[in-house]
């Protein structure tokens, strides 16, 4: 089945930074220690989004209470070993923000130079995070979703999809030999 077909709209694809140095630094910190305001690039990468998308909304930048930083970083520390193995060496910082015309945004921050990939942000909004908790649970932060989408299309989305059969196992497990 094909429905592929032009992106629905034009926007930046990634961030693109002038200060990667800015952004190295970030890495050489503990991760718990990668909670921040809400950079401007980054704030301008989002308005270019919501403009390309036709969401309503401006972000700022603002920095998190103690209490939500505490409650962001018990987040962070609370994940597997082995997630923030994966997770430490490419997550540049989680943002924080304001407006952003959705609950939250991931995305890759290059380098405006040379195109070279220097990790990945999380932006959080504020105005949902302090009506909830970090903590898993009916209530928590994890399982609630808002009701603004992240990315409003004026057209369809598409995908294009291909499905292969697969190949055949000659392993000894996989036989369908009958027995007697």
């Given at each position: 089945m094909?429905i592929?077909g032009?992106?629905?709209?034009?926007s930046?694809t990634?961030?693109?930074?002038?200060d990667?140095?800015?952004?190295?630094?970030?890495?050489?910190?503990?991760?718990l220690?990668?909670i921040?305001?809400?950079?401007?690039?980054v704030r301008?990468?989002v308005?270019?989004?919501n403009m390309?998308t036709g969401?309503d909304?401006v972000?700022?930048?603002?920095s998190?209470d103690?209490?939500?930083?505490?409650?962001?970083?018990?987040a962070?520390?609370?994940?597997p070993a082995?997630?923030?193995e994966?997770?430490g060496?490419l997550l540049?910082?989680v943002?924080?923000?304001r407006g952003?015309?959705?609950?939250?945004?991931t995305?890759?921050v290059?380098?405006?130079?040379?195109?070279r990939i220097?990790?990945c942000?999380?932006?959080?909004?504020l105005?949902?995070?302090?009506?909830?908790?970090?903590?898993?649970?009916p209530r928590g932060?994890?399982t609630?979703r808002s009701a603004?989408p992240?990315?409003?299309?004026?057209?369809?989305?598409?995908?294009?999809?291909t499905?292969?059969a697969p190949?055949?196992?000659?392993s000894c497990?996989?036989?369908n030999?009958a027995?007697?």
């Amino acid at each position: 089945m094909d429905i592929g077909g032009p992106p629905p709209f034009t926007s930046p694809t990634m961030i693109y930074t002038s200060d990667p140095q800015h952004w190295h630094a970030l890495l050489a910190r503990p991760i718990l220690d990668r909670i921040l305001p809400l950079p401007g690039e980054v704030r301008e990468f989002v308005h270019q989004i919501n403009m390309a998308t036709g969401v309503d909304a401006v972000p700022s930048s603002c920095s998190p209470d103690d209490a939500l930083l505490a409650d962001l970083r018990s987040a962070l520390a609370g994940m597997p070993a082995a997630v923030l193995e994966l997770v430490g060496p490419l997550l540049l910082g989680v943002c924080v923000g304001r407006g952003l015309g959705s609950s939250g945004v991931t995305d890759i921050v290059a380098d405006a130079v040379d195109g070279r990939i220097l990790g990945c942000i999380v932006v959080l909004d504020l105005d949902l995070m302090e009506a909830q908790t970090a903590m898993p649970g009916p209530r928590g932060r994890i399982t609630c979703r808002s009701a603004a989408p992240a990315l409003r299309s004026r057209r369809p989305l598409r995908r294009r999809t291909t499905i292969r059969a697969p190949a055949p196992c000659n392993s000894c497990c996989c036989t369908n030999s009958a027995t007697s």
